[in-house]
C-alpha cells in the first residue's frame, strides 16, 4: 500500500544504536510514500523508538509516547524499541498507543499500518527472546554531521545489573562484506566521518566466525571515508 501525502514523525532515545536504527525504520516509511516531519510537527504516524536501560529511560518513554498522542489526537502512534520488548503491556496500557512492536518487527511498520485509523484496543506485536535471531542492517543520515553505522545487535553477556539482553536478544552481526556496503552508502550521503555502533562492537563477528579487526581493516579501504569512531 502507498501513502503518498501522508506525514510521519519519529523520535529517538536512548543510545548512538537505537539513532541508526531510527533512520532504517525512516527509510521503509519513505519507500511508501510517506514525507517525514519534524517531531513537533503535525503528522499521521508519530514513531517512537523507546530506551529502557534504566526506570529513567521508561519515564522519558512513556513522557514522549504521551506528547505524540497529544500532538495529533487521529494520528496513529507506535512504539518500537527496548521498552516495547521488555514490558510491551505495560506500553499497550499508555493512552493513544496503538501499535507496540519488539525488536525483530520495529523494521517492518508499514506491514501493520492498514488505512491508518485508530485501533480500538493496542496491537501487540512481540517475537519471543529464543526466537529473536534475525540482523537487520542500520545506518544514520540526515540529522547528524556524522553517520552512526550499525555493524553488531544483541549480546550474550547476562549481567546482573542489565536488561540488554533480554531486551535486544543474542548477539548477532552481519558479514565484513555487507557492513562496508553500509559504510559506503553513508559515504554516498556525503558523510566523511562514521561512528562504529552496537550493543557490543567487539563481539562484531561471533555469530559468523568474522572478527573486528578485520572488518576495520576492510572499513579502512573505503574511498572517502576520512574518519572512524568506535
Known sequence: MKYEGKKAAFYTLGCKLNFSET????GTFSEVGFERVEFDEKADVYV???????????????NI????ARKNPNA???????????KPQEVGQIEGVDLVLGTQEKFKIPEFLGNLQKKKTTEIRTTRLPDIKSYHEAFSWGDRTRSFLKIQD????YCSFCTIPYARGRSRNDSINNTVKEARKAVEKGFKEIVLTGVNIGDFGKSNGENFLDLLKA???TECLQRMRL
Open 23 to 26: 533512520s532504517s525504520i525512516a
Open 48 to 62: 517512537i523508538n523507546t530506551c529502557s536501560v534504566t526506570n529513567q529511560g521508561d519515564k522519558s518513554s512513556r
Open 65 to 68: 509516547i504521551r506528547q505524540a
Open 76 to 86: 496513529m502512534v507506535i512504539v518500537v524499541g527496548c521498552y516495547s520488548q521488555l
Open 154 to 157: 544483541g549480546c550474550d553477556y
Open 219 to 221: 572499513l579502512k579501504k
